[in-house]
């Protein structure tokens, strides 16, 4: 089987654009921001696929599961995985060993980044995609490609190379290489989401938005069902303008733009937390934490806690034992006028 070069041709932005959307998940978790330059996808022979660029490395494999299956292999050099670790670990060492440990943590990173890469996708076409990946192991060739694709280095891969930077760190290297099954089913999607023409318009401006949007909001396989058999020529989709109803407001309740029935909202459930403290610790000494580990915290002894409702803080008071629980007397109403407690 090999790839069809003049279809391939209009999902290779579209693969280029979702590697670059996949690698602002690191941004996040590194806390900085992440900058990505990418080019189309070129399909050569997985004997032939170069990935000198990014060699020493570590890579995972991804398998792609819902409506878009397939795989995918992503290849990062060595070099900028041992700086994304010492970011992560908040260490100055040169010296960063690919431990079980390590390994662990770099996984959990690139597991965010194979979700996103898979949502990109799924969004593009409107679709179901999810994507799982294997743990990192050591990049020994082409050979680790093919055995993931299924075991021939003959067969087709669709490879996608990234320069990337995290804020002025790092200036880092890797490659994305997709079997000849995602390219196809990629394919499938795209001829299915309303045809050559206005598909390309919506992968052009994804392209330079720097991001895919869904080229039809109504999942594929619906229209693929509604579609005649044998018909290979796709419709021009005629979209309307649509139309909702007015909302009216209720009389003025002292609540401006709010509805006039409030018993609704005064029914909804809310998350009230107690914090008596919180610090920040580096990611060594995180890892460092065993039973008996004694914590300090921001908090003096005596001191009133936070009483915080969805994450905003609205009072403070003082610790109580009521039977034998605790509870908190308040004794500060914070921001009362703009929480509207009086």
Avoid: W
Wanted: charged share 20%; net charge negative; with cysteine.
């Amino acid at each position: 089987m090999s790839l069809d070069r003049s279809k391939f041709d209009k999902i290779s932005q579209l693969l280029a654009d979702s590697v670059n959307t996949a690698l602002d998940a690191l941004s996040p978790i590194l806390g900085a921001e992440i900058t990505a330059q990418t080019q189309p996808a070129a399909v050569h022979t997985i004997k032939d696929t170069d990935y000198s660029a990014v060699t020493p490395a570590l890579y995972f494999n991804i398998v792609f599961v819902g409506d878009i299956s397939g795989k995918a292999v992503a290849v990062f050099r060595e070099i900028d995985l041992a700086v994304i670790l010492r970011l992560l670990m908040d260490s100055d060492s040169d010296e960063i060993e690919f431990d079980e440990m390590s390994l662990g943590m770099i996984k959990e990173i690139m597991s965010q980044v194979s979700a996103k890469l898979s949502g990109s996708v799924g969004e593009f076409f409107g679709v179901d995609a999810n994507a799982s990946i294997s743990a990192l192991m050591q990049f020994e060739g082409n050979n680790v490609v093919a055995n993931a694709f299924g075991g021939k280095e003959l067969n087709e891969c669709a490879t996608v190379n990234v320069k990337y930077e995290v804020g002025t760190i790092l200036k880092g290297k890797a490659a994305f290489s997709f079997d000849e099954m995602l390219v196809s089913n990629l394919t499938k999607y795209y001829e299915m989401a309303g045809g050559n023409d206005e598909a390309q318009q919506q992968m052009t401006a994804s392209s330079n938005m720097q991001s895919a949007a869904p080229v039809n909001k109504q999942n594929v396989r619906q229209q693929s069902q509604q579609r005649p058999a044998g018909n290979t020529n796709s419709p021009a989709l005629n979209i309307s303008p649509s139309s909702f109803p007015r909302f009216d407001t209720g009389a003025d309740d002292g609540m401006s733009g709010m509805p006039g029935n409030m018993d609704l909202l005064m029914e909804v459930p809310m998350n009230v937390c107690i914090e008596i403290g919180k610090t920040k610790k580096k990611m060594k000494e995180i890892m460092n934490f065993s039973q008996g580990t004694i914590i300090p915290i921001d908090k003096q002894a005596g001191a009133p806690v936070d009483i915080t409702v969805n994450g905003q803080l609205i009072a403070r008071g003082d610790v109580i034992v009521i039977d034998d629980n605790f509870g908190v007397r308040i004794t500060e109403l914070v921001g009362s006028a703009k929480n509207g407690m009086g």
